[in-house]
């Protein structure tokens, strides 16, 4: 129950030393050059319960690229800016594609299956800046106020190398702007895009910021972002295509509503419990840490923070 003593400080290391015997089994994003030196060997996880309580082990200080957990951020960000004709323009169904697919656009007009996969995620974007005209620094305000640290910025080199690298999310582009899916320039969606999954935060800074989602939609400063049923339809979204091809296999061994990202991190929301964010640079093949996985599998095996 909510009331009794939970040692979560014991979960976290029991979750971290499962991890550790398989993070060499992953591989750190090579597509994005900026990233692909990280050390597949680090290790973090923090927990953040819903009145703030947070607790952390390995490396859940160390800054990371965000990468595509900023999308959870921005499609909330848009839909509490009265974005909620965005799901004209983008659908809710898993893709069983990889997150970076042009596949099923031409078939279905230039209408992304989901907000989590690039194509989504970039008319997500666009809804995101014409709303509040910085999506960027919507992201990075929303990020700094729910976790206290006034530090958590884009970095820039990141940006650099994801827009000098950019041609499949150039293409994805530029393809949904032909069926009049993009209403702004695709070169600003497109930076500010990169910016927002530039951004480094750590594993502290993330569970806080997932925290609106396990309080059903209410900031840390109790304020509303989103309805109650925004909430739960967002968690439902995660949860079904939050990892991208590997969804199935994520709820399937996890259990909870989540998003990954190819800089190695993954948040997790109990909603009414709190929220999870494990990072390790080494990836599977679709995109996913192996790390982060085997750790968030572990801490739901051995916690009641579960959905099911
Ligand atoms: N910025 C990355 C990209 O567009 C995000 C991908 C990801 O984290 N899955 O390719």
């Not at 898993?94 to 989590?116: C, T, V």
């Not at 600003?188 to 935060?201: E, G, R």
């Not at 949860?239 to 997790?268: E, N």
Request: aromatic share 8%; with cysteine; glycine share 12%.
């Amino acid at each position: 129950g909510h009331n009794e003593r939970v040692n979560y400080q014991e979960l976290l290391l029991h979750a971290m030393k499962a991890a550790r015997p398989v993070l060499d089994r992953g591989r750190p994003a090579d597509y994005i050059p900026a990233l692909a030196c990280a050390d597949p060997q680090r290790f973090g996880m923090a927990l953040a319960t819903v009145d703030g309580e947070v607790h952390g082990v390995g490396d859940w200080r160390e800054p990371f690229s965000v990468q595509s957990i900023s999308k959870l951020f921005a499609l909330a960000l848009a839909l509490s800016h009265g974005g909620a004709t965005l799901w004209q323009r983008v659908s809710r169904e898993p893709s069983g594609n990889p997150f970076n697919s042009l596949i099923q656009l031409e078939s279905e007009q230039g209408i992304p299956r989901n907000p989590f996969i690039n194509a989504g995620a970039l008319v997500v974007t666009d809804a995101l800046l014409s709303l509040t005209g910085d999506a960027r620094g919507a992201v990075v305000d929303f990020l700094r106020q729910e976790s206290g640290n006034p530090a958590i910025d884009t970095d820039r080199a990141v940006a650099e190398s994801e827009a000098g690298h950019g041609h499949r999310n150039a293409a994805l582009a530029h393809f949904m702007a032909s069926f009049g899916n993009l209403h702004n320039p695709v070169d600003d969606v497109l930076d500010h895009y990169f910016a927002h999954c530039s951004i480094s935060a750590d594993c502290r800074d993330l569970a806080l910021a997932g925290g609106f989602l396990a309080r059903h939609g209410l900031r840390a400063d109790g304020s509303r972002l989103l309805s109650r049923g925004d909430a739960k339809r967002i968690n439902a979204v995660l949860l079904t295509c939050g990892t991208y091809d590997a969804a199935g296999d994520f709820a399937y061994r996890v259990g909870l509503p989540g998003k990954s990202g190819v800089g190695g991190g993954v948040l997790a929301i109990v909603p009414g419990r709190g929220a999870v964010c494990a990072w390790s640079p080494g990836l599977d093949a679709a995109g996913n840490s192996v790390g982060a996985l085997a750790a968030l599998e572990d801490f739901t095996e051995r916690s009641d923070w579960s959905v099911f």
